[in-house]
């Protein structure tokens, strides 16, 4: 059995479920307002070199382009938008790596996942399908790295992430690392939209406890 299939094994779904990550993108969105109007962000949900942070909830983990885009945060009008983005279209990966890809270029904007790229997906990736999950609330090595549901992500700036003009180095925080994970990611002036530009959260973090002799 494969990891998603273990996700999905223990994953209830149902309306309520749903209406409550309605409620809790709305919640959410409104304290991110607050929060950039009283530290001095501004419009783009950029900070102003502040060790500040946004978290996301999501619904479900989306198999294709047109699921992908029904997602509010599919704007991309935020590099933390399309950071959170880029985890959870990665969790997707064991199920579907072909519409994975897909997704990916959408959030690549003007280019698209290369071939070296899907190679270092793949390399990264196979039998380790529980690394993007890491990064997402509810998991540890103890419990597989399955994350709690509805599926929630923080993600996090520096003082140092947007040093260089319409470029943006966003952090997160993997259940199985000691130290903070990276996105890259690239501004389009004329839309105003942060695409990704190159995954290094990838490396290996701790084994499931399951998956380990020693434990």
């Known amino acids: ?95 579907d790596e072909n519409n994975t890809i897909e997704m990916l270029n959408f959030l690549k904007g003007p280019e698209s996942v290369s071939t070296y790229e899907r190679q270092f997906l793949k390399e990264r990736l196979t039998g380790k399908f529980y690394k993007p999950f890491s990064f997402f609330a509810g998991t540890s090595p103890k419990n597989g790295y399955i994350p709690s549901e509805p599926f929630t992500i923080t993600v996090y700036e520096n003082p140092y992430s947007f040093d260089n003009e319409n470029w943006a180095t966003m952090w997160l925080k993997s259940s199985g690392a000691d130290n903070d994970r990276e996105i890259k990611l690239r501004r389009k002036p004329s839309t105003n939209q942060w695409f990704l530009n190159d995954i290094q959260c990838l490396s290996d973090i701790r084994i499931p406890e399951s998956e380990d002799p020693w434990a």
């Open 1 to 95: 059995m494969g990891f998603f299939d273990s996700l999905k094994n223990s994953a209830v779904s149902s309306l309520k479920q749903s209406t409550n990550s309605a409620v809790n993108h709305a919640v959410s969105n409104a304290a991110n307002n607050a929060f950039y109007n009283a530290t001095g962000g501004n419009k783009d949900g950029v900070g102003k070199g502040k060790n500040s942070s946004q978290t996301f909830t999501f619904s479900n983990i989306p198999n294709s382009v047109a699921e992908l885009q029904a997602f509010p945060e599919s704007s991309l009008d935020s590099p933390f938008k399309t950071t959170a983005l880029v985890l959870l279209v990665l969790c997707n990966y064991e199920r």
